[in-house]
């Protein structure tokens, strides 16, 4: 005899632990993937927040910067530039001729002359660049002594440019006329001093 199985089940008995399995698992991915776009968003409000209030930062500091470029400009505008060029070009040309020392060019003069050429007229003319142009007059008892003055001044390294203006015979001699370029020392530095 055959054993009986007997089914009281109104319907046929299906196994859903997997089906079960399977959302509980998809459920909590999804609640992961949730809760981390929930974090990010914030993390992005937040960074966001802060880049937000450094670029308004810099633009803050660039129309300031903006501002202080528009008031200097304007401020240079009213300025007269020509009137305090000629000022400061005039008041350099004094300290200039402030500190020119007729000693040092007069002994300057003297190891160039020639023994037979005497100094007779010194007009130094000024400028603010610092080389101080000189007109000089000479009397020589040669014909050679306005060429030895040149080439002596030529051989200074405080003069430059020794030119003839002209030559005279005269009785007993001759008297020439030189242009040059002096530059003593201490002069070159209160020249740079002056144009720093």
Known sequence: MNPIHLNLASRPYRDYRPVYAVVVAMSLIAAFLMLNNIETYYRYINETQTTRTKIANVEAQARQERQSEEAAKNLLSRLDLERLDQQTKFVNARLIQRAFSWSTLLDELESVLADDVRLTAVT?????????????????????????????????????????????????????????????????????????
């Open 124 to 196: 130094p003319r000024f400028s603010e660049e610092g080389p101080i142009d000189l007109v000089l007059a000479f009397q020589s008892k040669s014909s050679n002594g306005m060429i030895t003055t040149i080439n002596r001044m030529h051989a200074d390294p405080e003069f430059s440019n020794p030119f003839p203006s002209n030559e005279t015979q005269i009785e007993g001699g001759y008297t020439f006329n030189l242009t040059a370029r002096y530059l003593p020392p201490n002069l070159a530095l209160t020249a740079s001093e002056v144009r720093r």
